[in-house]
């Protein structure tokens, strides 16, 4: 993907948080251990949106919170290190998140979360002036749940729409968003007023039973399918538009982030496209085509362990 000419002025809101990889080497056998892998590495969907957003040269700034330990200094050093320009608060009292991500032989992911310090951004660390001039603010739905992190994330959303910035909301996960009940998600996620909304199947089916329902959530819907590449929905007027935008599959062992350096990649196409004065669909089309690109990026790059302290 080129360098852009135009750096756009990205935030991004959500976790920053320490991944705990498992990865083993055969399917596990109950009551002994098997051969593998375990890995701390940087985690968290919003980090790494903005770190990929980053390395493509956007000026991108992270808004979250750590810990005061070890691991939330490593975590800041790991983004600054990128080009990202940490808005992170150091929360007393509470770790750095983590989340164990068990990676099963094929590639398939489970989760388990302890995100910890991550929960406790608050409305009053925000300031708007982090805000000013953007051109786009990024929340992934983590950042629009729990207390009091969901209202600093709705405290964003504002923000952004009094600067006049673009806001995308990712679903990010169904299982913390199925918990509400669909019309809770639905109220949490049309509260930050969405310009557009990225979803993978099983999040989509949270808040919707038809894809098309979701363009009463936000006018423009990006479905994420994996190696199938992304369905682009808008609306034309009073009819829903689609652009189907294929991929090329990519063998990885583990799959985590793909979705999240879509987003990044996406976002920046989309952002090119329309200051080109490119039609709708066409820029929804750049968008996944880089999108695409970024994820196969993510997917091929062999991604560091933590250094701590």
């Not at 600054?80 to 992170?88: A, I, L, N």
């Not at 786009?136 to 729409?161: C, Q, T």
């Not at 038809?210 to 479905?223: G, H, K, R, W």
């Not at 879509?262 to 929804?284: C, E, H, K, M, P």
Request: charged share 20%.
């Amino acid at each position: 993907m080129p360098v852009p000419a135009h750096r756009p002025r990205i935030v991004v809101i959500g976790d920053l948080i320490v991944d705990v990889v498992l990865a083993p080497s055969a399917d596990l056998v109950s009551g002994t251990d098997v051969p593998g892998r375990v890995m701390l590495r940087q985690g968290g969907s919003a980090t790494t949106t903005a770190r990929w957003l980053a390395r493509r040269r956007a000026d991108v700034s992270l808004v979250a919170s750590v810990g005061r330990d070890s691991a939330g200094r490593a975590l800041i050093e790991t983004i600054r290190d990128d080009g990202v320009t940490p808005h992170v608060v150091r929360i007393a009292g509470h770790q750095t998140g983590r989340v164990g991500v068990f990676v099963a032989p094929g590639g398939e992911r489970s989760f388990v979360q302890d995100r910890a310090a991550a929960l406790w951004l608050a409305p009053e660390h925000l300031r708007e002036r982090w805000f000013d001039s953007a051109e786009l603010v990024h929340i992934p739905s983590y950042s629009l749940l729990d207390h009091p992190l969901g209202e600093a994330g709705r405290r964003a959303a504002e923000f952004a729409h009094a600067a006049g910035a673009l806001v995308t909301v990712d679903l990010s996960s169904s299982g913390p968003l199925l918990a509400l009940g669909r019309a809770g998600a639905l109220e949490v996620v049309c509260g930050a007023q969405p310009d557009l909304l990225f979803a993978a199947g099983t999040e989509a089916g949270a808040l919707a039973d038809d894809e098309d329902s979701l363009l009463e959530v936000a006018p423009i819907v990006v479905l994420k399918r994996g190696p199938r590449g992304a369905s682009l929905l808008y609306r034309d007027g009073g009819a829903a538009r689609r652009v189907e935008v294929a991929a090329q599959p990519v063998e990885a062992a583990d799959t985590t982030g793909a979705g999240d350096a879509f987003d990044a990649g996406f976002i920046l196409g989309w952002l090119a496209a329309q200051r080109n004065g490119t039609s709708v669909a066409a820029s929804l089309r750049r968008g996944a085509i880089e999108g695409n690109r970024l994820a196969a990026c993510h997917l091929l790059r062999p991604r560091k362990e933590l250094a701590f302290d």
